[in-house]
């Protein structure tokens, strides 16, 4: 099993705070023999008649030296990851979860925000220090 990244507590308590619950730490991937992890899985309530919302959080620090060598990872395990939760657990969706300091700088270049919307990659966008969520951008 990984270790946790660096903000996989901080990422966890943030969505606590937004009223989520974890059911999965971590999220297990599984597919034709191929056993996968993603950060966390989570679900919270909406209203009666509509049931609860279901998501799968992967948490990427975007730490090392070249950014887009950590986007490149990032774009790939997420389809990877995407294709499979879509078929084994349908109804939950897969966000990829930034601190709002690489979204505020990395993530608005026009070229990265192609790839993120060419991709159809959803974000969860946090504050590490604060611990909370900043934005989801679906």
Do not use: C
């Not at 903000?7 to 597919?31: C, S």
């Not at 991709?119 to 220090?129: C, G, K, S, W």
């Amino acid at each position: 099993m990984p270790q946790p990244d660096l903000y996989h507590a901080p990422v966890k308590r943030a969505l606590i705070k937004d009223g989520w619950t974890v059911t999965d730490d971590p999220y297990y991937i599984e597919y034709k023999g191929l056993r996968l992890y993603a950060d966390l899985g989570a679900e919270k309530p909406l209203a009666a008649e509509k049931g609860d919302s279901k998501i799968v959080v992967e948490i990427k620090v975007f730490g090392s030296a070249s950014q887009i060598i950590e986007l490149e990872k990032a774009v790939g395990q997420y389809s990877i990851y995407r294709n499979i939760i879509r078929k084994n657990d349908p109804e939950r969706e897969l966000y990829l979860a930034i601190a709002d300091d690489i979204f505020n700088d990395f993530f608005q270049k026009p070229a990265i925000q192609d790839i993120i919307a060419e991709h159809e990659i959803d974000l969860l966008v946090f504050d590490p220090v604060q611990e909370v969520i900043v934005r989801w951008i679906k």
